[in-house]
């Protein structure tokens, strides 16, 4: 049971995916227990397989028993376990979430569960072609998730979001056409041979790789293709937006850096320098891009949104400079990343439902009407910023380093602008929500947050339900207090994570 | 050279032609349902290039039975998956064009964003 724990993260999901739906059919409240049981089991095999992958190294599984390279192999290894956990919680902690705001549909839970899946399947796979059945899997549900809400902009924005997704994806399969054509082999170990004995230089190669990496920087959405990605966070249900802000461009961004890493590998980017640029530029002005975009906007989670536009392209720029350093800071970040952005969505569905405010001019004072709010999303801005000792501060550090130790001075610098930038977007929230209107000071605001409760890790604790109360539930403050805690705390244990994943990376960056 | 790779390798150029006239139809098109084709012969496009890159001359199925030399059947199984993808995609794609009816009453791009403003 255990040795399966690999396959089971992806079925756990995928099962709760489809009895869900089915007894949807008869009750309509179904859908909630059989995603929190989901959850919580998810939640359960993340933490052996994290165990596993701790005490005896990364594991392999073949699929359905076929010898490997030839059957679908499932790889957890320090890479990738880090996102398993995170999107098994994330998970959870929607789920937790959603109990109150909603979507209450049978369907979303449904939708929830596969868009997990599929998620988890594209963390763990070792095959390219699974990685795309799996980007699809999620895809669909993305798409249909975003058009789950009451909003008719959704739908459109679902619709746009589509398309976009899908020539994204389809341009992956090309290449990962372009790939089998060259090698005749879909596993990512067995690429990574035989790419090298082909020629980093050879015309085939080059080729996917431009088109993988651009398929993957559509879903992933880097600057001049992110254009489906504000759309769809601004419209989403608020349970929505959390899961898809904190996971879907994540697991993208990782699915580009597991191509890059293991199976391009860095002797391709030494062999091809100007693929390295490429990836490199097209990084470097979505963070700028996306930070001063994020700075014209009026609307706090087309704000948000943006911001992430900017966050994942200094993530792909740590995966492509390929240095170990840069490598643990794109990691991190890609988690902290998750947490943080996925905790300030949460907020603002706290805040709508108290208050119904949207945009920044409509925060002002909010720490008198909803001071657990205010705190927290000024402490997850903050980190976003990249204050120590939060997480967004540890995961930018050790991708400047790494920037820095291989001599691309000009992605440190621009890393260095945009923090700047973002300071500036998220300065003008926090001054607008403390010292807005009326002048009494305000105190700090991490004490407001981190004195409330314990985090109880976003489990659906929620308040007992049908009381008629329009606020928020236990539940919900829950999962915006624990993002706002884990974003400090894993700030303070991320090196921790250092050894783990630089022992995973002793394979790939090594020769 | 044009000419040699128009008589040698026109499955790929009319793959290439198929992507860019359904990449086109997508930015292109205002009305949704077009884009929704222009998206199916963007991938159709694609499935054409694995299965040209799959032909082999005289090539037969891989059973032991038969003889060399042997079709790898793997891009033949990857596109049947992606066509199943494809097909899943067009479904939700379609819904949601229904529901932007029923919420604006047009598929119309241009007056989709005029009622949007």
Known sequence: MIADAPILVVIVPLVGAVVAMLLGLWFARAGWWVAATSAIAQVAVALVLAWRVVTAGAVSYATGGFDLPFGIELVVDGLSVPLVVLIAVVYAAVVGYARRAGPHATSFYALLSLLVGGLTGMVVTGDAFNLYVFLEISGLAAYALVASGDDPDAAVAGFKYLLVGTVGASLYLLGVGFLLIATGTLNMADLAARIAAVGYTSPLVVTAFGLVAVGLAVK???????????????????????????????????????????????????????????????????????????????????????????????????????????????????????????????????????????????????????????????????????????????????????????????????????????????????????????????????????????????????????????????????????????????????????????????????? | MVVDLLLTRYNYVVALLLLGIGLYMMIENRNLLKKVVGMNIFQAAIFLVFITAAYVEGGNPPLLSGAAPYVSPLPHVLILTAIVVGVSLTAVALALAIRIYAEFGTLDESVLRRLQE
Request: aromatic fraction near 6%; glycine fraction near 10%.
């Open chain 1, 220 to 511: 992933t959405a880097l600057f001049p293709v992110h254009t489906w990605q504000p759309e769809a966070y601004a419209t989403a249900p608020v349970s929505v937006a959390t899961i898809i802000s904190a996971l879907m461009s994540t697991v993208a961004a990782y699915a580009l850096g597991r191509m890059v890493l293991s199976v391009f590998t860095v002797d391709f980017l030494a062999a091809v320098p100007m693929a390295r640029t490429a990836v490199l530029t097209v990084a470097g002005v979505s963070i700028l891009a996306g930070s001063v975009l994020a700075v014209l906007q009026t609307d706090v989670r087309r704000m948000l949104a943006y911001s992430s536009v900017s966050q994942f392209g200094m993530v792909v720029a740590g995966f492509v400079v390929a240095t170990p350093a840069a490598v643990v800071g794109a990691l991190v970040h890609l988690v902290g990343h998750a947490i943080m952005k996925g905790g300030l969505f949460a907020t603002t569905g706290l805040v709508a439902t108290r208050t119904e405010a949207r945009t920044i001019e409509d925060y002002a004072g909010l720490h008198r009407r909803d001071p657990i709010a205010a705190g927290a999303f000024a402490v997850l801005a903050l980190a976003m910023v990249g204050v120590p000792p939060a997480v967004g501060f540890v995961g930018k550090w050790y991708i400047v380093v790494g920037a820095v130790q291989a001599g691309s001075w000009a992605i440190a610098a621009v890393l260095l602008v945009s923090t700047v930038l973002t300071l500036a977007y998220f300065a003008t929230i926090v001054e607008r929500m403390y010292f807005a209107g009326v002048d009494d000071a305000a105190g700090q605001p991490t004490a407001t947050a981190e004195s409330t409760e314990t985090p109880g890790a976003g489990e659906p604790t929620a308040a007992p339900d049908g009381s008629g109360t329009r606020g928020p539930s236990l539940g919900m403050i829950a999962v915006v207090v624990a993002a706002t805690v884990a974003a400090v705390a894993l700030g303070l244990g991320a090196s921790a994570v250092q050894p783990l994943v630089e022992s995973t990376l002793q394979g790939v960056l090594a020769g």
